[in-house]
C-alpha cells in the first residue's frame, strides 16, 4: 500500500542495477542520513553521542569488517579485536612519527597495517576451513595480544602500557584528543562510516564480492567457474582487516581517547561475531542493526532499573545482562537464524502486499 | 651468532645442566597437559555425538565447580555437594538439549557453534548471579583429595610432585576409560556412537536423538565438574577459567576432533610444549608466550596434518 513499486518505471540499466531500486528505500536512507548528520549533533546530547552513537558506529564498521569474512566469504573468525587492535596501535604509531599529517588520513593508512596482518593470518585458511580456521584466527588473537604488552615500542616506551591520544586539528578544529568537542567527533566518525560503507557495497556487489561469495557457496564449484581461491580468500580477509583495523583506530581516537590490550581482547570479538550473527549472515544493513542491537541494549537495560524505580545494584544489573543477551542470542538464533536483516526484508515484503496477505 | 646460540644451544644446555629443574619442568608440563586433555575431552564427547562445537564447555568447568563450592558453603557436607552439582549438571543437560538444541536441529554448525556462545554467556551471567564474581577456594580436603607433596631425590637435585597432581592424573585415567568402557560396552555408548556416525540411519533404527543428546550434555558435565574440581584445587574457581578453555581447541586440532585418545595425547603435547617453550625459550621474547604458543603449536601442524592425530581423514581438494 505505502511500500510499493507500482508505478516506478525503469528505463536504464543503471537504475535497474541500483542498490536501492524503490523510491521510498531512497527517500528512506535520505532521511536516515538527514537525521544522523543534521539532527543528532544539535538534539543529541553529549551523553547520547559519545556512549551510545559514537561507539555504535565504530562496532557497526567492525561488524561490516567481520561480515565482509564470514557472511560473504564463509571464513569464521575470532581475531577481530586484534585487527582492531593492529589498527588502533599503527594508527598512534604514524601519529606519533607523522605529526603533521591530518589524523583522518592516518587512520586510513593504519587500516592497510591492519589488512597486511590479516592476510599473514588469513594465510592457513587456503589449506583449512571451519572450526579449524577458528583455532588459527584465535592465535592471531593471542598472538596479538602478547604483541600488544610485550613490544613496548608499540606504546612509545611509556609506563602505563596504554596508549593515549594526541590532541591534533584539521583545518583548524580540534578532533583528538581530551578537548574535541563529542558532536566533532562524532561527524567525522560518521563520515568516515558512511563513505567506507558505500566502498564496501560497491565491493561485495561487484566482481571481488561476487567470487566472495562463489567461494562461501562452494569453493569447489567456485574454483571450476574460474574464482582463484588464493586471491579471493586472501582479498576478503584484506579487506575484511582493513574495515577492522579503521574501526580500531576509531574505537580509540574518536571515542575511547586511550586504550589499552583490554580493549582489543577477545571478548570483543565474541560482541562483534555476536553482532555479525544476530544482524544477518551476509548483509551490510544487518550490520548496523546487529551493532545496535547487541550496544544498545545493554544501555537500556541498564536505565531500566533506575527508570522504573527499583534500587539493584550495578553488579546484579551487569549478570542479568549477560544473561539477557545470551538468552537472546539463543532466542535469535532458534527464531529466525538469518539474523534481524532478514526480520526487516520480511517486514519489508509484508508492507508491499498489505492489506493483502500475498 | 649469539642469537641462534640462544635459540638452538643453549636451551638444551641449560636442560642437560640441570636435569631436575628439567624433570620439574616436565612434570608441570605433564599436569597442565592432563587439564587441557579434560576440558579437551568434554569438547570432543559432544562433538563426537551431535556436531556440535560447544563452546560453553569451559564455563560449564567454572559452573559446575560453582555450583559445587555453592552447595557446600550453604551448610550442606561435602558428598552430598557433589552429588547436587551432579544432578545441577543433569538439569543443565537437560535444559539445554530441550531449549538449544532440539529446536536447532538440522542448523549449520555456525549458528550452533554461536548458540552454545549464547549459552556460555547465560552461564557466566547465571554463576555470577548466584554465586558472585569473586574467586572461591575449593573444598579440596573436605571432598578427600591429598593436599601435600612429596620431594624426590634425583640427579643431585630434587623434583616436588604435588600429591594433588597426582590424583587429578589418575582421577583423569580413570575417567578417560570408565568413557571408553561406556563407549564400547553398554547399550547407551553403542547408541552414541551410531548417532556420531549417522544420525538418520540411527533415528530409523529406533535411536531417539534428544534421549542421547541429553546423555551426552550430562557426560560432558561429569568430566566438567571433574575438570572444576581439579583446576579449582590448584588455583581457585574463578571465571578467568573460561580463557584457559580456549586451549582446549588448539589440543583438539592435534587430537583431531572426534578422538577420545586424541583429546589426551593432544593435551599433553600441548602441556610439555607450552611449559618447555615458556621455560627455555620464552626469555628470548620477553616471556609470557603461553598465551599463544599452544595455538601457534596447532598452526603449524594444521599445514601438515590438518585433520589431527586421530582424527577422520578426509579428503577435499581445493
Known amino acids: 500500500m505505502f511500500y510499493r513499486e507500482a508505478g516506478q518505471f525503469k528505463s536504464t540499466y543503471k537504475a535497474d542495477q541500483a542498490i536501492f531500486p524503490i523510491l521510498q528505500d531512497r527517500m528512506a ?19 547520547f553521542i559519545t556512549s551510545i552513537m559514537i561507539p555504535f558506529l565504530v562496532f557497526s564498521l567492525a561488524a561490516i569488517g567481520l561480515n565482509i569474512l564470514v557472511g560473504y566469504t564463509g571464513q569464521i573468525s575470532l581475531g577481530t579485536g586484534a585487527f582492531m587492535g593492529v589498527g588502533a596501535y599503527s594508527c598512534y604509531k604514524l601519529a606519533t612519527i607523522f605529526p603533521d599529517i591530518n589524523i583522518i588520513i592516518l587512520i586510513i593508512a593504519s587500516g592497510f597495517f591492519a589488512a597486511a596482518v590479516g592476510v599473514l593470518f588469513g594465510l592457513p585458511s587456503l589449506r583449512i576451513k ?5 583455532v588459527t584466527t584465535l592465535a592471531a588473537q593471542f598472538f596479538l595480544e602478547w604483541a600488544f604488552i610485550r613490544i613496548p615500542w608499540l606504546y612509545n616506551y611509556n609506563d602505563s602500557g596504554a596508549i593515549e591520544v594526541p590532541q591534533r586539528e584539521t583545518f583548524g578544529i580540534i578532533v583528538t584528543g581530551a578537548s574535541a568537542t563529542p558532536s566533532v567527533r562524532y561527524l567525522i566518525v560518521l563520515a568516515i562510516v558512511v563513505a567506507m560503507t558505500w566502498v564496501a557495497s560497491n565491493i561485495i556487489h561487484g566482481r571481488i564480492g561476487r567470487a566472495w561469495m562463489m567461494i562461501r557457496d562452494m569453493d569447489i564449484a567456485a ?8 586471491y579471493a580468500k586472501l582479498s576478503a580477509f584484506a579487506v575484511s582487516s582493513f574495515y577492522c583495523g579503521v574501526a580500531g583506530a576509531m574505537m580509540v581516537f574518536f571515542w575511547l581517547g586511550a586504550a589499552e590490550v583490554e ?18 549472515l551476509g548483509s551490510l544493513i544487518g550490520s548496523f542493526m546487529g551493532a545496535a542491537f547487541i550496544w544498545v541494549l545493554p544501555v537500556i537495560l541498564r536505565a531500566v532499573p533506575n527508570f522504573i524505580g527499583i534500587d539493584v545494584n550495578a553488579a546484579t544489573v551487569e549478570h542479568l545482562n549477560f544473561m539477557i543477551i545470551g538468552a537472546l542470542i539463543i532466542f535469535f538464533l532458534i527464531v529466525e537464524p538469518h539474523g534481524l536483516a532478514r526480520l526487516w526484508a520480511l517486514a519489508k515484503q509484508k508492507l508491499r502486499v498489505w492489506p493483502f496477505p500475498y | ?68 563450592v555453592g552447595f557446600y558453603a550453604a551448610g550442606l557436607p561435602a558428598y552430598v555437594s557433589l552429588f547436587l552439582a551432579l544432578v545441577v549438571m543433569a538439569v543443565l543437560a537437560w535444559s539445554v538439549e530441550r531449549f538449544v538444541m532440539r529446536p536447532l536441529v538440522n542448523q549449520p554448525e555456525l549458528i550452533l557453534f554461536m548458540a552454545t556462545i549464547g549459552l556460555s554467556y547465560f552461564l557466566i551471567g547465571l554463576g555470577e548471579f548466584i554465586f558472585g564474581g569473586e574467586p572461591k577456594s575449593m573444598i579440596t580436603e573436605e571432598l578427600g583429595l591429598p593436599t601435600g607433596s612429596t620431594t624426590i631425590d634425583i640427579f643431585g637435585g630434587f623434583v616436588i610432585l604435588q600429591h594433588l597432581d597426582i590424583a587429578a592424573a589418575i582421577i583423569a585415567a580413570i575417567l578417560v576409560i570408565c568413557l571408553a568402557l561406556f563407549f564400547s560396552k553398554t547399550r547407551i555408548g553403542r547408541a552414541l556412537r551410531a548417532v556420531a556416525d549417522d ?3 540411527a533415528l530409523s533404527v529406533g535411536i531417539s536423538l534428544n534421549q542421547i543428546w541429553a546423555i551426552v550434555w550430562f557426560a560432558a558435565g561429569i568430566v566438567a565438574l571433574a575438570t572444576g574440581i581439579m583446576w579449582g584445587a590448584r588455583s581457585d574457581v574463578s571465571f578467568a577459567l573460561q580463557i584457559v578453555a580456549l586451549k582446549a581447541l588448539p589440543v583438539l586440532i592435534l587430537g583431531g576432533f572426534t578422538s577420545v585418545p586424541g583429546a589426551i595425547i593432544g593435551g599433553l603435547i600441548i602441556g610439555f610444549g607450552e611449559k618447555l617453550f ?25 599445514m601438515f596434518r590438518p585433520q589431527g592425530l586421530f582424527g577422520e581423514k578426509i579428503i577435499e581438494r581445493v
Open chain 1, 223 to 230: 574454483e571450476l567457474m574460474g574464482v582463484r581461491p588464493l
Open chain 2, 1 to 68: 651468532m649469539e642469537l641462534l646460540y640462544n635459540i638452538f644451544i643453549a636451551p638444551f644446555v641449560e636442560m642437560g645442566a640441570t636435569p631436575d629443574f628439567l624433570l620439574q619442568v616436565l612434570w608441570e608440563g605433564f599436569v597442565a597437559g592432563t587439564l587441557y586433555a579434560l576440558i579437551a575431552l568434554g569438547f570432543v564427547l559432544i562433538f563426537k555425538a551431535s556436531g556440535v562445537f560447544n563452546f560453553a564447555q569451559g564455563i560449564m568447568v567454572v559452573f559446575s565447580a560453582l555450583t559445587l
Open chain 2, 278 to 302: 615458556e621455560v627455555y625459550w620464552g626469555g628470548l621474547l620477553g616471556g609470557g608466550v603461553e598465551a599463544w604458543f599452544a595455538y601457534v603449536i596447532a598452526l603449524i601442524f594444521l
Open chain 2, 199 to 201: 544420525h538418520q540411519a
Open chain 1, 130 to 134: 571451519g572450526f579449524y580456521l577458528v
Open chain 1, 263 to 280: 580493549s582489543f581482547d577477545v571478548n570483543h570479538s565474541f560482541l562483534i561475531l555476536f553482532m555479525v550473527v544476530i544482524g544477518g
Open chain 1, 29 to 47: 536512507i535520505a532521511f536516515y542520513l538527514a537525521v544522523a548528520f543534521i539532527a543528532v549533533p544539535i538534539f543529541g546530547s553529549d551523553f
